[in-house]
């Protein structure tokens, strides 16, 4: 008898947890970020913060709409390019994630975002800072860090009024990000007075730039502006040191402000005169930086970037707006993203009426020690 009432026992605490299990619902956030290619560093350190926010997320237990959710991440790979991306947002519309975290490239944000509003799902990028973005005005388009208006012309300011250069040489990857921040810092160095001495493009393939370079250092600038990514910043200051350019300046924006830079630098003296921008304060200086890179190093070892702590606020910010709807469903819940107030580990997150985030922050690196560190 008594064997038989512990079966009982057993049976009814199964059933309960079951029912637990149950009433557990499951709400996906789609991330989408290069992981594989070149670029995959950037997009498995994007990865890295949803992954710990829905993981900070779970502990929590958080209930909306009086239900307790379980977070998962749907994760897709664009490589950085823009039709995989757009198949990415697709795939994601039809999985009918909640919302998207995503992409890195504006190249790939870009075509994405009108996927995104024809589906109605909304996406917060941490990574994406061409201006273009927000122009279309759509509803499910928001983005938390300071885009290339900011960034260009704080290098360029920095250049004109603080270094007092007078001619520079231009560089783009023909990108969406490369060609718009180097744009914004042509127009806002010649308004101060500097000469554009030469302007040459790549790609974001290349890895040979001596015939650029040489055309370059004819025309004898004080320093070269690059508009692209790390994966050719890095041979570029290796070329520029054989070249004998070791005295130009080299500025870029936050596609080359990383620390995988450094790596790819490959030891070039180079390296040591590069400046760049990234939008959002210094790790020091965010509200819960410190503590938050403490975390993140020692789940994610070695593989920080740049995006990370923006991947893990947009999560948050998805969710924040999830829970002051009191749903999940998108088209209850986008419209509550308007409205954010949140206190994340970068800033204090709100948005302007076209989604572009108020009072974003930009901040200057340099390498002059060998590592990455704020001016």
Same mark, same amino acid.
């Given at each position: 008898?008594?064997?038989?009432?512990?079966?009982t026992?057993?049976?009814?605490?199964?059933?309960?947890?079951?029912?637990?299990?149950?009433?557990?619902?499951?709400?996906k956030i789609?991330?989408?970020?290069?992981l594989?290619?070149?670029?995959?560093?950037?997009?498995?350190?994007?990865?890295n913060?949803?992954?710990m926010?829905?993981?900070?997320?779970?502990?929590?237990g958080?209930?909306?709409?009086g239900?307790k959710v379980?977070?998962?991440i749907?994760a897709?790979?664009d490589a950085?390019?823009?039709?995989?991306?757009?198949?990415?947002?697709?795939?994601?519309?039809?999985?009918?994630?909640?919302?998207?975290?995503?992409?890195l490239n504006?190249?790939?944000?870009i075509?994405?975002?009108?996927?995104?509003?024809?589906?109605?799902?909304?996406?917060?990028?941490?990574?994406?800072t061409n201006?273009?973005?927000?122009?279309?005005?759509?509803?499910?388009?928001y983005?938390?860090?300071?885009?290339?208006?900011?960034?260009? !012309?704080?290098? =360029?300011? @920095?250049?004109?009024?603080?270094?007092?250069?007078?001619? /520079?040489?231009?560089?783009?990857?023909?990108? *969406?990000?490369?060609?718009?921040v180097a744009e914004?810092?042509?127009?806002t160095?010649?308004?101060?007075?500097?000469?554009?001495?030469?302007?040459q493009f790549?790609?974001d393939?290349?890895?040979?730039?001596?015939a650029?370079?040489?055309?370059i250092?004819?025309?004898?600038?004080?320093?070269?502006f690059?508009g692209?990514?790390d994966?050719q910043?890095g041979p570029?200051?290796?070329?520029?040191?054989?070249?004998?350019m070791?005295?130009v300046?080299?500025?870029?924006?936050?596609?080359?402000?990383?620390?995988?830079?450094?790596?790819?630098?490959?030891?070039?003296?180079?390296?040591g005169?590069?400046?760049?921008?990234e939008?959002?304060?210094?790790l020091a200086?965010m509200p819960?930086?410190? !503590?938050?890179? =403490?975390? @993140?190093?020692?789940?994610?070892?070695?593989?920080?970037? /740049?995006?990370?702590p923006?991947?893990?606020d *947009?999560?948050?910010?998805?969710?924040?707006?999830?829970?002051?709807a009191?749903?999940?469903?998108?088209k209850?819940?986008?419209k509550?993203?308007?409205?954010?107030?949140?206190?994340?580990?970068?800033?204090n997150?709100?948005?302007?009426p076209?989604?572009?985030?108020k009072?974003?922050?930009?901040?200057?690196y340099t390498?002059a020690?060998?590592?990455?560190?704020?001016?």
């Amino acid at each position: 008898m008594k064997f038989n009432l512990r079966l009982t026992a057993v049976a009814a605490i199964a059933a309960a947890c079951g029912v637990a299990m149950a009433q557990e619902t499951v709400v996906k956030i789609g991330h989408v970020a290069p992981l594989s290619g070149a670029q995959a560093h950037y997009g498995k350190d994007n990865e890295n913060g949803v992954r710990m926010a829905i993981e900070d997320l779970n502990a929590q237990g958080v209930t909306i709409g009086g239900k307790k959710v379980k977070f998962e991440i749907q994760a897709e790979d664009d490589a950085a390019d823009p039709k995989q991306g757009t198949a990415a947002a697709q795939k994601l519309c039809d999985a009918k994630v909640a919302g998207v975290v995503g992409h890195l490239n504006s190249g790939t944000t870009i075509p994405a975002s009108k996927v995104y509003n024809d589906c109605g799902i909304p996406h917060v990028t941490g990574a994406a800072t061409n201006p273009a973005l927000t122009k279309p005005g759509y509803k499910t388009t928001y983005r938390i860090i300071a885009n290339d208006n900011a960034l260009g !012309a704080a290098l =360029a300011l @920095y250049a004109a009024d603080k270094l007092k250069l007078k001619k /520079v040489a231009i560089i783009d990857d023909r990108t *969406a990000y490369g060609q718009g921040v180097a744009e914004v810092f042509k127009k806002t160095a010649v308004s101060k007075g500097m000469t554009v001495v030469d302007e040459q493009f790549t790609n974001d393939k290349a890895t040979d730039f001596m015939a650029i370079l040489t055309a370059i250092k004819a025309k004898n600038p004080d320093a070269v502006f690059y508009g692209g990514m790390d994966p050719q910043a890095g041979p570029m200051l290796r070329q520029m040191e054989q070249l004998g350019m070791d005295k130009v300046k080299y500025f870029g924006g936050d596609g080359i402000c990383t620390s995988e830079i450094i790596k790819l630098a490959a030891g070039a003296k180079t390296l040591g005169n590069v400046i760049c921008a990234e939008g959002g304060a210094s790790l020091a200086k965010m509200p819960g930086g410190t !503590a938050w890179k =403490a975390k @993140y190093d020692k789940k994610y070892p070695n593989q920080f970037q /740049v995006y990370s702590p923006y991947t893990y606020d *947009a999560t948050f910010v998805l969710v924040d707006a999830m829970k002051r709807a009191g749903s999940w469903d998108p088209k209850v819940y986008t419209k509550e993203l308007a409205k954010t107030n949140y206190k994340g580990v970068t800033a204090n997150i709100a948005f302007e009426p076209n989604g572009e985030m108020k009072n974003a922050a930009t901040t200057l690196y340099t390498y002059a020690s060998g590592k990455k560190e704020p001016m």
